[in-house]
């Protein structure tokens, strides 16, 4: 099948206007004659089905979570990013858009890109008009901070709850369509396949997790807005249910799955503390405002430090070795996520890690609470403050920005953050890669959408910080309102879509006997153990460094444990009660499918990019030779090398990377 991604002629920072203007539209009294079904009620599904319902058309909206408000996109902590300008630092739709194409390493889809920066605005506006309550600054204006990657600050954010303050307002947003009968909430429903009819998205099976009912539920398009994959590798900072299932299974009916090596690596999560562990929680990177990253310049220390011997804060100025800032001067400790992730392994690697695994480095906010300090002791007319004063004063500023995290690192790891650097390490944290989509949302599903986090179209090989939320919401509110109706306007004389077809019926039935299967099987391993086990080969061959071999192995060994599971999985209880261990073994059945897809991916990819090297052959002196190729957008303004290009220039010389050029349309 020949890829189309629909993008509109003429110049980019006018295809989406032009779009509009051309595309066909429903008209109010249509609208009610046709069903949308959304799965997933996060921040991406959250705002269309409000946005669907507001515009007029019947939704039906499907959670796996007791609400909506549930939604993994409550954890989102740090901000979103949107093109206001408000700090007067420089920056515009373009930057934002060039930043976003830049720090996903130039494969991401420009028009798609250049579309979001301009919504970007908007969305801040609708969230403060719902009474998000955003961060202001002393005049009572909306306050922004920093992300990696960018050099201005565009990033709106409330504390370190954004998510959730977000989540509030598309859930209030959604409460008043359900009121109204406009929106079907359907919570604890588990969407288990999609159903395609005379080609066309019509329908899904769900399963209603409390009761074990099975059920069908039509509609003239269905939207998937299911979040992302990257529990595949067990341990993540993602919500333990984030799963593939629902874009899994409009893959396998059909719709093409892009990128799916592509995750992001987080740099800023509390490290791994042993093998027993389920979870791993995200330090936002808006604490990279702030801290300050290191590691001892010297083994020695670090080995004292490892025995506890000797306290990161006995460790002078000139003993630190502040990586990030002496590697690159001009991002400093803001450097996107994918490099500083790799620069942490790097160091830990070469045996700078300052826990017990060795897997740590330090995140300080020493010098903030001086620099905070000392500003406040002259606001406040205190003369010669003492030190401790001063860092009184400094460390309450931290706390009015960050408290909750400093707050959720005690609790986590049982030091306070205030008295001593916290560690942190890289983790698996957000999937780039998803179901592919065109410029419309669609999938290659005709009437499939995909948005959000479940969607590949927006941050190529990397994604900036707080950019999710920006997708998630303009796909919700501002794209896929316009997007889909384009489709739609066709469908106004359809009628209601019948669920007593065949396509429904053999839907079903593959569902059912799946779900009857494993309650049959009586096998000898948990769900988990092949969970864990897929975890372990995903980290250790597919993370952040690959190599052609470990990639072969890799899909070798994913291969056996998916027949192993198969055979001997066991799943406790029966399908007719609320089962989380069932409906965990269907998620990790589809994990273990994409595992294989994804581990195939990376070895054909025969390049670095955003948090993976490429680990292709060695060098002379034994060390492993890392590729990176870039690809320079031939059809927009770089021809050839980005001018500023500083960042990935410093990196480039500091790894030794060889840079190969490729042109890309
Ligand atoms: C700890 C953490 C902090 C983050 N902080 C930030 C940040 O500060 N800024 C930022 O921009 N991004 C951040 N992100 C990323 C961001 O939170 C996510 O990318 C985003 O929230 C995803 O939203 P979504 O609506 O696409 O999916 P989700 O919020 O994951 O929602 C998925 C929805 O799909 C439903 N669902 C899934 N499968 C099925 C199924 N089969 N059947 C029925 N329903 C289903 C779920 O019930 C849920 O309602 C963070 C991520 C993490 C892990």
């Not at 980290?539 to 460094?545: A, H, I, P, T």
Request: hydrophobic content about 35%; overall charge negative; proline content about 3%.
């Amino acid at each position: 099948m020949a890829l189309d991604s629909k993008i509109p002629k003429g110049p980019i920072k006018d295809k989406w206007t032009d779009y509009k203007n051309h595309i066909n539209l429903v008209n109010p009294a249509n609208k009610r004659h046709i069903d949308v079904i959304v799965v997933g009620t996060g921040l991406a599904g959250g705002s269309a089905s409000a946005t669907l319902a507001e515009l007029g058309y019947n939704v039906k909206a499907f959670a796996y979570q007791d609400s909506p408000r549930r939604a993994h996109s409550i954890a989102a902590q740090g901000g979103i990013n949107a093109a206001k300008n408000y700090q007067g630092d420089g920056d515009s739709t373009y930057r934002l858009f060039y930043d976003t194409v830049k720090g996903g390493d130039y494969r991401s889809r420009e028009a798609n890109v250049y579309r979001l920066a301009e919504v970007s605005a908007n969305i801040i506006d609708q969230c403060v008009a719902q009474g998000v309550p955003f961060a202001r600054d002393y005049g009572g204006l909306l306050d922004n901070r920093s992300f990696g990657g960018v050099l201005v600050s565009r990033t709106f954010y409330a504390k370190g709850q954004t998510g959730q303050q977000l989540l509030l307002g598309a859930y209030s947003a959604m409460n008043r369509q359900i009121a109204r009968g406009k929106i079907e909430m359907f919570n604890r429903h588990e969407m288990l396949d999609v159903v395609v009819v005379d080609g066309k998205a019509r329908g899904i099976i769900a399963r209603n997790l409390v009761t074990g009912e099975i059920e069908r539920h039509s509609a003239h398009a269905v939207v998937i807005a299911s979040g992302g994959y990257g529990n595949v590798y067990f341990l993540s900072t993602n919500a333990m249910g984030s799963n593939v299932t629902a874009g899994w299974k409009v893959h396998k009916k059909g719709a093409y799955f892009a990128n799916p090596c592509y995750t992001q690596i987080h740099p800023t999560c509390i490290p791994r503390s042993g093998d027993y562990q389920s979870k791993l929680t995200l330090m936002s990177e808006s604490l990279r405002n702030d801290g300050r990253i290191w590691v001892p310049k010297n083994l020695d220390d670090v080995k004292a430090i490892r025995e506890g011997s000797k306290k990161p804060t006995e460790l002078t100025e000139d003993q630190r070795d502040y990586y990030l800032e002496r590697r690159y001067p001009a991002f400093g400790n803001l450097v996107p996520r994918d490099v500083a992730s790799r620069a942490a392994k790097e160091r830990c690697d070469a045996g700078y890690g300052v826990n017990a695994t060795g897997e740590a480095v330090y995140l300080d906010f020493v010098a903030s609470f001086e620099r905070y300090g000392k500003e406040q002791a002259k606001i406040q007319n205190i003369s010669n403050p003492s030190e401790a004063k001063i860092k009184e004063l400094g460390q309450e500023i931290v706390k009015a920005k960050y408290g909750n995290l400093f707050q959720m690192y005690e609790k986590i790891v049982d030091e306070n953050p205030y008295e001593t650097p916290m560690m942190i390490y890289p983790a698996v944290h957000y999937t780039m890669g998803g179901v592919w989509v065109d410029y419309n949302l669609m999938t290659t599903i005709p009437g499939c959408y995909a948005i959000g986090e479940a969607n590949f179209s927006d941050h190529g090989a990397n994604r900036l910080g707080a950019s999710a939320l920006m997708q998630g919401l303009a796909d919700g509110y501002f794209v896929l309102p316009y997007t889909i109706g384009d489709y739609l306007a066709d469908d106004i004389r359809t009628g209601k879509i019948s669920t007593e077809s065949s396509e429904f019926e053999a839907a079903e039935k593959e569902v059912t006997e799946r779900i009857e299967f494993f309650i049959n099987n009586e096998g000898t391993h948990s769900v988990d153990y092949y969970h864990k086990k897929l975890g372990k080969i995903m980290w250790d061959k597919c993370g952040m460094s690959r190599n052609a071999e470990g990639l072969e192995i890799a899909i070798e060994e994913i291969s056996a444990l998916r027949k192993d599971f198969w055979q001997n999985v066991n799943v406790p209880g029966t399908s007719t009660e609320y089962n989380e261990q069932l409906a965990k073994a269907g998620r990790v059945a589809d994990f273990l499918e994409l595992g294989e897809l994804f581990a195939k991916d990376a070895l054909v990819r025969e390049e670095s990019a955003g948090g993976h090297f490429r680990e292709e052959h060695q060098t002379e002196d034994g060390e492993a030779k890392r590729i990176k190729e870039f690809q320079f957008v031939s059809a927009w303004e770089y021809k050839g090398e980005p001018k500023d290009a500083v960042l990935h220039k410093e990196e480039l010389a500091y790894e030794n990377i060889e840079v190969k050029e490729r042109s890309y349309k």
